[in-house]
Nanobody, 111 residues
Framework: VQLQASGGGLVQAGGSLRLSCKASGTNFRINDMGWYRQAPGKERDMVAT???????NYADSVKGRFTISRDNVRRTLFLQMNGLKPEDTAVYFC??????WGKGTQVTVSS
């Protein structure tokens, strides 16, 4: 299983980014998927998850700002991030059923 995350970058506070995670080697359609993030010196925390049926769950800190979605035909997971804050700065990882992890993509939000 390979998960390739992309879309990170440097953005000013209040800006937006859209992360993508392309999956291969797995039956994407039946897997629960998620985004986690890890800031320097901190633990990896859940950002958002989406079940195979489309049910979503968000960390309180991102509710109303981030949206997780999936395209089963393109085998791709997305994270739309709006209203970014400096505290959103972290490496963002996608995961398949919390069993397989991508390498992560850096998101940096400047104040």
């Amino acid at each position: 299983v390979q998960l390739q995350a992309s879309g990170g970058g440097l953005v000013q506070a209040g800006g937006s980014l859209r992360l993508s995670c392309k999956a291969s080697g797995t039956n994407f359609r039946i897997n629960d998927m998620g985004w986690y993030r890890q800031a320097p010196g901190k633990e990896r925390d859940m950002v958002a998850t989406i079940t195979s049926g489309g049910g979503t769950n968000y960390a309180d800190s991102v509710k109303g700002r981030f949206t997780i979605s999936r395209d089963n035909v393109r085998r791709t997971l997305f994270l739309q991030m709006n209203g970014l804050k400096p505290e959103d700065t972290a490496v963002y990882f996608c995961t398949s059923s919390m069993r397989y992890w991508g390498k992560g993509t850096q998101v940096t939000v400047s104040s």
